[in-house]
Structures are given as C-alpha cells and as structure tokens.
C-alpha cells in the first residue's frame, strides 16, 4: 500500500494513474467536489490561510523554503478522530523535526473560533484555519453528503475509535460520545459537523513544492495514518518520486 509513486489509497473511490486521475465511486452517495486527490509527483498549491495561535498569516511557501513539510489538512475541531490526530502529531512533530521535516495542519473553522479553541489547547505546531474548506478543494480532498451510508460508517469509525482508548459507550450512536478529551461544541461546530463530510489528507511536500508521498482518507473507516508510518516520512524525502 505505501509505495512511493502512488497515492496511499486510504480512499478506494481514487482510480486511474498518477497524473492523470479519474473520480469513480464505488457504493457511495454523491459528492459535493469532483474527486481528484492530488498525490506523488504533482505541486502542491500554495495558501496562505490565518493563524489560530494570532493575528498573523501562515504560507506554505515560507515553510518549504526551509526544508521538507508535512502538510495535514482535517475536518473541523467538532471531529474527536481529528482532535486526537492533532495530539498524535504534535507528539511526533519534535522527532520529525529533528529530522528536518516541519510539520503544518489546517482546520476548517471560523478565525475566531479557532483561536479561541487553541489558546486553551495550544498545539505543538503551526496550524492554519480555512473556514471555507479552499484548500480541501485545491488538493481534490471529497466531501460526502451525509447519508445513512455514510453515517454507518461513520458509526463502524467511532466504534474502533471508542475501543482503542478504551472509552465506556451507552447507546447505538457511539459518535456522539466518542468525547474523549471533554470538548465543548460551538454553533459553528455542530453546522461544520452537520455539513458534508469532509475527508482529510496528509502531503509530504519537498522544498520544491513537489509532493513526495500522499495519504487520503476513505468514509469507510475515516482512518489516519499511524504514527508508525508519520515517522518514517523523512526516509521518503530522499527518493525522487517517478513522473
């Protein structure tokens, strides 16, 4: 699965060759982007999206200037699969820093929110905050309308979420308390939550803004990648990626 020249299809609705993609999708409802996740290989677009640790801009360009980066593009601060990923990085940021890998994520919040929500759990890297979802577009990350199929799955996420921290459930919809970390949503929370499902992807970007390895999310298990896999990103900086 984890192979230099081809996305790492976490998402199985990606087919079709490295630079030239096609959207298929396979049992799932319609999506509100057309499908064509960006992966080894191509540019990845720059952004220069709010700070949520202040007033201030943060640019991808001014991060890859100085060396590789590890580009972590989530859903809103309402998901607990996205919160507890943030914790994961920002556990593994000092390590792949020393190796010479900066690490940036990007929320979808209002501006105000988000700083807000990070001045009381600051982390441990930059984070940017796009309300609007411009860069999940600009890296052909699919959103999915909200069906039950959907909703299953994210039931069948929850479920091994829950397990794996070992977090008590008391009713059939598990997603709804898979808190594990006491957050309280804002209205603009649960609008993001209530609005399509957005998939999240993570970029290794060389300082050339050339991608050098891609994971994308699937709604069948809204799985991220291990931190297992995060610490071995800067062997991958190393190998060209084939054109």
């Not at 199929?149 to 921290?165: I, K, N, P, T």
């Not at 499902?197 to 050339?210: A, E, I, N, T």
Request: with cysteine; aromatic share 8%; hydrophobic share 40%.
């Amino acid at each position: 699965m984890w192979r230099d020249d081809t996305i790492v299809r976490a998402n199985p609705l990606v087919t079709g060759h490295r630079r030239r993609r096609r959207a298929a999708v396979i049992g799932y409802p319609r999506m509100h982007i057309d499908v064509r996740p960006l992966g080894p290989g191509d540019v990845a677009p720059d952004f220069a999206l709010p700070a949520a640790d202040g007033d201030h801009t943060l640019r991808l360009a001014d991060y890859r200037a100085r060396g590789p980066v590890l580009l972590t593009v989530m859903r809103g601060l309402y998901c607990p699969f996205c919160r507890r990923h943030l914790t994961q990085l920002g556990e593994l940021s000092g390590r792949l820093g020393a190796a010479g890998v900066a690490v940036l994520g990007i929320v979808v919040a209002p501006v105000d929110r988000a700083r807000l929500y990070f001045r009381f759990r600051p982390a441990r890297f930059p984070i940017a905050v796009d309300p609007n979802r411009s860069t999940h577009r600009a890296y052909g990350l699919p959103a999915f309308e909200r069906t039950p199929e959907v909703g299953q799955a994210v039931e069948s996420a929850a479920r091994e979420f829950a397990r794996a921290l070992n977090i008590r459930t008391t009713s059939d919809r598990v997603a709804n308390e898979v808190n594990f970390d006491g957050f309280v949503p804002a209205a603009s929370d649960i609008a993001e939550k209530q609005a399509s499902l957005q998939m999240s992807g993570h970029f290794l970007v060389d300082r050339d803004g050339v991608i050098r390895w891609a994971y994308v999310e699937e709604p069948t298990s809204l799985a991220l990648p291990s931190p297992e896999e995060l610490s071995k990103l800067p062997e991958r900086i190393g190998r060209a990626p084939r054109r």
